[in-house]
């Protein structure tokens, strides 16, 4: 029922993707995410597009791995994209709409080519988004993802924020979801021994089926919780006082080379952004 | 075997009295992808009312995936299965119906608790199949007492707040009250001390011999399977092995042991007795009933 979540699925490897330093991943992945949202026109979305496919090509993770993250968002997708086609008005008073209806007075639904525009470039954005995101969970390891976001965070200890702590509950949040998945999987079919429906009537039935599978995985939650608080104290688990790392993280010329590849051709999506009062005559890179 | 082949297949001769009945079984997970998994390869078997059938194997036998087969929470991908009269591998069979008539027990049953009370807990499943109020409480009553609590005590408390063996008897009382023809259990006794698993075991007996419950019980317990067992099924790689009386198959030593199994304390020293010449009735299965044995020999000996 729940196999085909794909959120945080490594992608074994040992491409130059693979091998990067994971924090150096995560920083140059924020500057993507952000980037993209200072694209303006189709040929540089395409320009995009080229980057994250090569960065894929590189990792040599399958293109149909990094595409079934989209399954997930394709309702948000498509619902995103008719909305601003059908409420996006046009670029300005004097553009025309490409269809228009208007069943009675006062009530008229247009179409403009601005719309059209829109629509298709933030169904690019967010798949630009989301599948730039998974190849960096793809491509990294929970447990490396972790450290990153420890290591990018040690800053915040000046404030007495607790890094570590922050860090170890992400990773722990990480490693149980799949036990998660299991147990609920195995309650669902339990239950449905019992004779559970999960299938059938209206939507408050539906809602109500699932308590027999919420009670159990919220207490079995709370059990394996207190069994690993156990398991770490018996251990002498005592945060992050005098801990050391059994991999130390170290850059290499892979991280100079790629964060300068993409750190340039981001810089370039900025100065375009900016520059878009004076450049605009330059068509193609604005509409 | 192709979808095809399975539709147009002549229909099998099921033998009467027949509980559970199986025909080249096969299922594979993941079939579409690299890491497809055969887990059943060609089951071939068939259970009688009224038998005590255990069924062991090392991890990754493919035992829980067939014991799923058995109502439905997994469907029949290819052969055929029938399970009380119900056809398995047709397209709709009527799953109320039949989940009614096999009562399933999973690894630990106590995690599957979730109501307010230990008797809303127990009436879960007879509500699912849609039997009136005032008989629920009396057929969880009965199924309660049957796994030796008592109703009045324990029936307004929270699930939550019993002890783990209690746990297990009030979940097992959940299926129970069902009044399943077949009782199929995931290793029961896992995680109970050696007096909670004889409980447990004494009740499925009890259920086996009185009530006519036809049991299939997966176990890694081998001493368990020895003493209560009509029958013996080995899985290995998806795959019946074996299926024979627990005494014939634990003579098979050397097989057993190069299945990673266990041979029970009793049977190896029954077959050590065997290979000195004494013989002990194939009946003699426990501790005492050897003792017994052993003693009968002994007079006969000595007269």
């Known amino acids: 029922m729940f196999r085909d979540v794909t959120f945080g699925q490594y992608y074994p490897g040992s491409s130059f993707v693979h091998r990067m330093d994971a924090r150096v991943k995560l920083v140059l992945t924020l500057l993507f995410l952000v980037g993209i949202f200072f694209v303006q026109s189709f040929v540089v979305f395409g320009f995009v597009a080229v980057l994250l496919l090569a960065i894929i090509f590189i990792s040599r993770v399958p293109l149909r791995s990094v595409l079934k993250s989209i399954k997930g968002i394709i309702v948000l997708l498509i619902l995103t994209a008719i909305l601003n086609v059908f409420f996006t008005k046009g670029a300005d008073t004097a553009e025309q709409p490409l269809w228009s209806w208007s069943p009675w007075n006062g009530f008229s639904v247009e179409i403009y080519v601005n719309g059209l525009k829109t629509a298709g470039k933030i169904f690019l954005r967010l798949v630009l988004l989301v599948m730039g995101s998974s190849v960096l969970t793809l491509t990294t390891t929970p447990v490396d993802l972790t450290h990153a976001v420890e290591s990018l965070l040690k800053p915040l200890k000046l404030i007495k924020f607790p890094v570590h702590e922050f860090a170890l509950i992400m990773s722990l949040t990480l490693s149980f979801i799949p036990s998660l998945i299991d147990e609920t999987d195995r309650i669902i079919r339990a239950q449905k021994a019992r004779g559970a429906d999960f299938d059938t009537g209206g939507l408050v039935k539906r809602a109500k089926a699932f308590v027999p599978i919420l009670i159990p995985l919220l207490v079995g939650g709370f059990r394996r919780a207190e069994e690993l608080a156990n398991a770490m104290n018996s251990r002498c688990y005592e945060g992050a006082t005098k801990r050391t790392c059994m991999r130390v993280m170290k850059l290499s010329w892979r991280d100079f080379v790629a964060s300068f590849l993409v750190v340039a051709f981001f810089t370039g999506v900025f100065v375009l952004y900016g520059m878009r009062n004076q450049w605009n005559f330059i068509t193609w890179l604005y509409y | ?303």
């Open chain 2, 1 to 303: 075997m192709s979808k095809s082949e399975k539709l147009t297949s002549p229909q099998l001769q099921i033998p009467q009295n027949s509980a559970i009945f199986a025909k080249g079984l096969n299922f594979t997970y993941n079939v579409k992808s690299n890491f497809a998994k055969h887990a059943l390869v060609d089951v071939d078997l068939s259970v009688a009312k009224g038998e005590f059938v255990a069924i062991v194997g090392h991890t990754g036998s493919g035992k829980t995936t067939f014991v799923q087969h058995l109502n439905a929470l997994i469907r029949v991908q290819s052969g055929c299965l029938n399970v009380l009269g119900h056809d398995l591998s047709a397209r709709k069979p009527d799953l109320k119906a039949l989940r009614q008539q096999v009562g399933m027990v999973f690894q630990y049953p106590e995690y599957q608790l979730f109501a307010d009370t230990v008797l809303a807990d127990v009436c879960f499943g007879l509500k699912n199949f849609g039997i009136d109020k005032d008989k629920r409480e009396q057929m969880a009553k009965e199924a309660l007492e049957l796994v030796g609590l008592d109703f009045n005590k324990i029936k307004d408390k929270s699930p939550f707040d019993l002890s783990g063996g209690e746990k297990r008897r009030v979940a097992l009382a959940g299926v129970l009250a069902m009044k399943p023809q077949i009782l199929v259990m995931d290793e029961p006794t896992a995680g109970l001390d050696p007096r909670g698993k004889t409980e447990v075991l004494t009740l499925v007996r009890r259920l086996n011999e009185q009530e006519g419950v036809t049991v299939l019980m997966v176990s890694h317990d081998m001493n368990e399977v020895y003493e209560n067992a009509d029958r013996v099924l080995v899985f290995r790689d998806g795959s019946v092995v074996y299926d024979l009386p627990p005494r014939e198959l634990f003579r098979l030593e050397e097989e057993i042991e190069a299945m990673n199994l266990e041979v029970p304390a009793m049977a190896a020293f029954c077959n050590e007795l065997e290979r000195q010449g004494y013989r002990i009735p194939d009946k003699c299965k426990t501790v005492d009933e050897v003792f017994d044995a052993v003693m009968a020999l002994k007079e006969a000996r000595d007269v």
